[in-house]
């Protein structure tokens, strides 16, 4: 699994919830025939509404801020974007620890036609989200004083020798 990667999704009536692992991200979906607010009200994750096909849960995102979520590796790059993205995204559970995921990404200010990306999601025994923080900084930390305290120990024995 990629570090950060996880999720979880909940449901209840009325809505769905999805929280990723990485960088504390929620998403709060609506299962409503409620419209979109207008174009003047965006955020960087955009505005979503869901219903349901079937066992198909239908996600549609609209209203993101625009080409202010590109960031790839080290901080660079990633996908470009507009203020016009609309995503389509589909989830199917195909058995107990499984969902097949699929997303349609349109955005014509951006690709000349919308483009579809699909995989699975699979539920890993055993797996945990963990608050997304430095912790190497914790243990650092302690480490460092730690050491600092027993090199001045060793000083001070050697002093008296």
Known sequence: ?????????????????????????????????TPHPGSNLRSYMGDSVGHWEGNTLVVETTNFIGDKLTIGANGDGGAPYSDALRLV???????????????????????TAPWTVAFPITQEPGYQLFEYACHEGNHSIANALSATRAEKAAEEAAKKK
């Open 89 to 111: 995204e589909r989830f199917t559970r195909t058995a107990s620890n499984g969902i097949d995921y699929e997303v349609t990404v349109n955005d014509p200010k951006t690709y």
């Open 1 to 33: 699994m990629i570090y950060g990667n996880g999720l979880e999704i909940v449901q209840s009536p009325g809505y769905v919830a999805i929280r990723y692992e990485m960088v504390h991200d929620h998403r709060i979906i609506p299962l409503s025939s």
